[in-house]
Every structure is written in C-alpha cells, then in structure tokens.
C-alpha cells in the first residue's frame, strides 16, 4: 500500500479534534493520514457525543458530500448522498431512501474523552 491507498478503517486512539468543532446537529471531514495510507471519514455531533461513518457511499463507492461537510439533508435527521440522493438513518447508517435502499454505510467507531473526538 502507498500513502495514496484508501484505507477504510483507522486504528483505536486517534485523537481527531474537539467535539466543540463541529456544531451540535452537524457533520465534520476527517482525513487521517497513516503510513499504510489515508482515512476518509465524518463525524455528526449529536450533543456530548458523536457517531463515525466511513465516508464511501454503499452504492457507487464515492464519498458522500460534494462540498466540504456537507453529510447531512437540510433539516440534518437523515444522512444524504450528493450525488445520487440516498438517504441513510444517523444511528445506524441503513440507507432508507434512494438507489441503494437495504444497504448501510460502514461505521467508524468514535468517542468522546475529554471533549475530544477519538477513535475506539
């Protein structure tokens, strides 16, 4: 693998940042850069905790947001593809809406330590 591969998990302990970055009922990019190559992940603050998805949608294997942060629909209850419309549920990832209906998102497990967004 070269720093260019995709990776599609990270390891437990990567401290990303502070959950007080992202505002309460949005979403946030994460890249993370290891030696076997780079992490694309988001992360959508919900209150003093937070859930993490791979950023790849199920169904055409793109990242979901065309613009920086944008993960979320309008009214930020639902996970949103930019490209081909699917809608995925914020606490499981299933895709409920769209071309890939049945499908979910592959999780990136987070946590908060300290106010810290971290992997687990």
């Given amino acids: 693998m ?3 591969t995709r990776l599609s998990a990270t390891p ?4 990303l940042g ?16 290891l030696r076997a190559g ?13 859930v993490g ?19 979320l629909t309008p009214s930020g209850t639902m996970i949103a593809c930019s490209w081909h419309g699917a809608l995925f549920r914020i606490d499981d990832g ?3 809406g769209g071309p890939c209906v049945g499908q979910s998102l592959t999780g990136w ?7 810290t967004i971290v992997t687990a």
């Fill in 38 to 50: 780079r992490f694309h992940g988001f992360v959508i603050r919900r209150g003093d905790s937070a």
């Fill in 2 to 4: 070269t720093a260019d």
């Fill in 53 to 71: 998805y791979v950023d790849r949608c199920p169904h055409a294997g793109v990242p979901l947001a065309q613009r920086l942060d944008d993960y």
């Fill in 94 to 96: 299933r895709c409920v």
């Fill in 18 to 33: 502070p959950l007080d970055a992202i505002p309460d009922g949005k979403a946030r990019n994460y890249v993370v850069q």
């Fill in 109 to 115: 497990p987070v946590t908060i330590i300290d106010g």
């Fill in 12 to 15: 437990a302990g990567v401290a």
